[in-house]
């Protein structure tokens, strides 16, 4: 049971953070500033440091927030009943729906790095709830389809390997030779590539839809990983 004095903090921390991607918007991730917040929310600054102990926890707090919303807006969108090709349909345009919807924390997450700011480990694991979406659906197909990995399997990518046994386990791993492994890693970049170019404006002029170009793009990637439609 929630206690008065937890549901106190967990209330302030709210508006703390609230205050911050307000601040994101108007001036950026580099000129945060708990003063600003604490006059934002009319609290004195000591009560703010009470639970916000400097800038970088600042930021740190609101990459896991954001981080964790794209992440659960990806799980909501992924649907196991459906074909793996439509899967991967639905998690790329939630990366991309929510990009549009959250420019400025898109930004944080995916834009140029704040000066000084050293990310901790904290945020990692957040980080990784889109990509491990992505993962999911190219690995699911493959045990779907009793797809074996039939190419090599090198030291090199051994780290994605582990990622794959501690997001779903070691028939996961199983699957995934050096040739599947670089094209996986290759579309994961391709998407959040073409939605940061969308996102930060370098897509201007280039097509007359955008909207359908982004589609071609996660169609190819499709293809390219050979995914199932039904």
Same mark, same amino acid.
């Given at each position: ?17 609230? $205050? ?19 006059? @934002? ?6 009560? !703010?440091?009470?639970?916000? *102990? ?19 807006? !990806? ?10 090709? =439509? ?23 995916? %834009? ?5 700011? !050293? ?31 039939? %190419?090599?399997? =090198? ?25 599947? !492994? ?11 590539? *073409?939605? $940061?170019?969308?996102?930060? /404006? ?17 169609? @190819?990637?499709? @293809?390219?990983? @050979?995914? /199932?439609?039904?």
């Amino acid at each position: 049971m929630t206690t008065a004095r937890e549901k106190a903090r967990d209330e302030l921390t709210a508006e703390i953070l609230a $205050s911050a991607r307000r601040q994101l918007a108007e001036v950026g991730p580099a000129a945060l500033s708990l003063r600003a917040v604490a006059r @934002d929310i009319g609290k004195v600054s000591s009560a !703010v440091y009470r639970y916000v *102990a400097s800038r970088d926890d600042l930021l740190t707090a609101l990459i896991v927030q954001c981080y964790d919303e794209l992440g659960a807006a !990806v799980e909501a969108a992924d649907r196991p009943e459906e074909s793996p090709r =439509t899967r991967w349909q639905a998690a790329c345009a939630a990366i991309r729906d929510w990009s549009a919807a959250h420019p400025h924390e898109y930004a944080l997450l995916y %834009g140029s790095p704040v000066p000084g700011y !050293v990310a901790p480990r904290d945020t990692v694991g957040p980080a990784t709830r889109p990509t491990a979406v992505l993962v999911r659906i190219v690995v699911a197909d493959r045990l779907t389809r009793s797809r074996a990995a039939e %190419g090599r399997r =090198t030291a090199l990518y051994e780290p994605v390997r582990a990622f794959v046994r501690d997001t779903v386990g070691d028939a996961g791993a199983a699957v995934l030779d050096d040739d599947l !492994v670089e094209r996986t890693l290759s579309a994961w970049i391709t998407v959040f590539g *073409a939605v $940061s170019f969308e996102r930060f /404006g370098h897509l201007v002029g280039v097509t007359a839809d955008t909207d359908r170009y982004l589609d071609r793009v996660v169609e @190819d990637l499709a @293809d390219r990983l @050979d995914l /199932g439609r039904g």
